[in-house]
């Protein structure tokens, strides 16, 4: 889970271009990006399958993941938190760290929020 994790960053920080593409609606692209977009959520799928996260909650599981990745990258980026490029790398462990323990929570049937 984690390597997935880094490589979707590693990729957004390397290939920004790309990875904006990326954020395409799967309808309103062309067959081909539609192919190889449905080759990267079957990989991802495999990953969550590992960690017992299969059909609509992989599904969740991974927009969730997305989400987080892309918004830390362009926050890193931007260089909008920290000083330091290694504050990035610990902020980014923590936060799957946070992502990989809350995963259960897919799992629970008819989940309900924790209010704290």
């Given at each position: 889970?984690r390597?997935?994790a880094d490589?979707?960053?590693?990729?957004?920080l390397?290939?920004?271009g790309l990875s904006?593409?990326t954020?395409?609606?799967?309808?309103?692209?062309?067959?081909?990006?539609q192919?190889?977009s449905?080759e990267l959520?079957?990989i991802?799928?495999q990953v969550?399958?590992?960690?017992?996260i299969?059909g609509e909650?992989?599904?969740?599981?991974l927009r969730?993941l997305?989400?987080?990745?892309?918004?830390f990258?362009i926050?890193?980026?931007?260089a909008?938190f920290?000083?330091e490029p290694?504050?990035y790398?610990?902020?980014?462990?923590?936060?799957i760290?946070?992502?990989?323990y809350?995963?259960p929570?897919?799992?629970?049937?008819n989940?309900?929020?924790?209010?704290?």
């Amino acid at each position: 889970m984690r390597a997935m994790a880094d490589a979707m960053r590693n990729f957004a920080l390397e290939q920004p271009g790309l990875s904006a593409a990326t954020f395409r609606n799967a309808e309103s692209a062309s067959p081909d990006w539609q192919e190889a977009s449905a080759e990267l959520f079957e990989i991802a799928h495999q990953v969550f399958a590992h960690v017992n996260i299969e059909g609509e909650q992989a599904q969740e599981a991974l927009r969730i993941l997305r989400s987080f990745v892309r918004g830390f990258v362009i926050s890193e980026m931007a260089a909008s938190f920290f000083v330091e490029p290694t504050e990035y790398q610990q902020a980014f462990d923590r936060g799957i760290d946070v992502f990989i323990y809350g995963l259960p929570a897919l799992r629970a049937a008819n989940a309900q929020p924790i209010l704290y």
